[in-house]
């Protein structure tokens, strides 16, 4: 069974500090990807980035930058220069390429607030 | 954008009524899933469709059920309404590689 574990329950950062969000990951699939999502207050879940499995190259773009380790199991995900507006909550979630379709397994959750 | 609709964004309902949530994934997309997002619980997936059929289910009690039609749209019912179902209902088009996610419908069960 797949798991995602965000240790984090809340971070709370001054506007342009850098800020690292957790995620842990337990899956028997040995082709899978990973996410992070942001929800504001409005609910949505805004779709971040996803890696797959087989692809360890982390990521810049722009302010966000991602860390996929397999050989921890982790896909923390960096936001730098962080301003108000990052001020969300964040999850991390896991898809097995097969068998499961769409169903996506969150952790749950880091509420970050970023303060001016 | 998303490209996922939900109907009503708010509701209240009473302990033991029934309520429909609606969901309109964009056109000509086929999958749709749904998911439970409560503060203890967290996002629990409830079930997905493809093509008007059930192609996943959660692990929820037998009160919480959906269905898909021709047009691509959903609905998820609950009947008898706990207090417990009180959460916010997110619908998702779902793809092979990622899942964008409309606004979703707030749910206080009274």
């Known amino acids: 069974a797949q798991k995602v574990t965000q240790a984090q329950t809340e971070i709370s950062v001054v506007e342009k500090e850098d800020v690292t969000l957790d995620c842990v990951y337990e899956?028997?699939?040995?082709?899978?990807?990973l996410f992070w999502y942001k929800q504001p207050p409005s609910g949505e879940l805004v779709f971040l980035i996803r890696?797959?499995?087989?692809?360890?190259q982390n990521e810049i773009s722009g302010r966000y930058s991602w860390n996929f380790q397999k050989s921890t199991s982790s896909f923390n995900f960096t936001i730098t220069a962080s301003q108000v507006v990052d001020s969300a909550v964040y999850f991390c979630?896991?898809?097995?390429?097969?068998?499961?379709?769409?169903?996506?397994?969150f952790g749950q959750g880091t509420e970050l607030s970023v303060k001016p | 954008k998303a490209g996922v609709t939900q109907t009503p964004r708010y509701l209240i309902k009473t302990r033991g009524q029934q309520v429909t949530l609606s969901c309109s994934p964009i056109?000509?997309?086929?999958?749709v899933s749904w998911y439970q997002q409560t503060p203890g619980q967290g996002l629990q997936f409830l079930f997905e469709?493809?093509?008007?059929?059930?192609?996943n289910k959660g692990n929820f009690p037998g009160r919480f059920s959906g269905r898909q039609f021709s047009n691509s749209r959903s609905e998820m019912n609950v009947s008898t309404l706990e207090l417990g179902d009180s959460a916010l209902y997110l619908c998702?088009?779902?793809?092979?590689?990622?899942?964008?996610f409309g606004q979703g419908t707030r749910l206080t069960v009274v």
């Open positions: 979630a896991s898809k097995a390429v097969y068998n499961q379709g769409g169903k996506l397994i």
């Open positions: 899956t028997r699939d040995t082709t899978y990807y």
């Open positions: 890696r797959n499995s087989f692809d360890e």
């Open positions: 056109s000509g997309h086929r999958s």
């Open positions: 469709y493809f093509s008007e059929t059930q192609r």
């Open positions: 998702a088009r779902p793809s092979m590689s990622e899942a964008f």
